[in-house]
């Protein structure tokens, strides 16, 4: 095998792997979808979801004083059984800290150190939300099809101590992209009220 050989096999090789897809990547990718505006009960927050998916608050996860809302938009599974999850989560700080970045910080330290078959894609500052946010962006790295890529932005809450957790989890499929997208879309819509 010739020199020009070996360098064509190793680009076919290379053009195979998977590259992530950054969060801009995923924001710059519009999807148009019907939406529907939810409201939780305490009207806390809104948010808008695509009309397909179901809503849920779940209120009996919440003790008050660690976790005080959770909330799921599911969407229907797919042909494989796969779906995607949006959740939103009030939780009181981790690191006992009333600033954002001390718990984002102590949070990215934690993912780092528990990472448990999840490879760090990429984190930090983000201005994608109407509110000033961090993220953590972490995927599944066994290669299998269908398992899950993760991006979770923190947020300071109304309430001192409590951050807001907004999460879109989606099956890493052929519409990873496209539904990775319509979540970001209803994140940017969330509203405290």
Do not use: R
Not at 94 to 117: R, V
Request: include cysteine; proline fraction near 2%; charge should be negative.
């Amino acid at each position: 095998m010739n020199y020009f050989s070996i360098f064509l096999f190793l680009f076919a090789l290379s053009s195979c792997a998977q590259e992530d897809i950054t969060l801009n990547q995923f924001i710059d990718t519009t999807v148009e979808f019907e939406k529907q505006k939810v409201v939780l009960d305490s009207n806390s927050f809104s948010l808008m979801i695509p009309i397909w998916w179901n809503w849920k608050s779940e209120d009996e996860d919440c003790d008050g004083k660690n976790m005080i809302i959770m909330a799921n938009a599911i969407s229907p599974a797919d042909k494989g059984g796969h779906f995607d999850v949006i959740s939103i989560q009030k939780i009181k700080s981790q690191s006992n800290s009333n600033n954002l970045q001390t718990e984002y910080n102590y949070l990215l330290k934690l993912s780092k150190n528990q990472s448990k078959g999840l490879k760090m894609v990429e984190s930090g500052k983000t201005d994608v939300l109407s509110y000033p946010a961090y993220f953590i962006h972490t995927k599944s790295n066994t290669g299998n099809y269908g398992e899950t890529e993760i991006i979770s932005f923190i947020l300071n809450s109304d309430e001192q101590g409590f951050f807001y957790f907004l999460t879109a989890e989606a099956s890493q499929t052929e519409d990873l992209k496209k539904n990775m997208s319509i979540m970001l879309q209803s994140l940017k819509t969330f509203k405290i009220k």
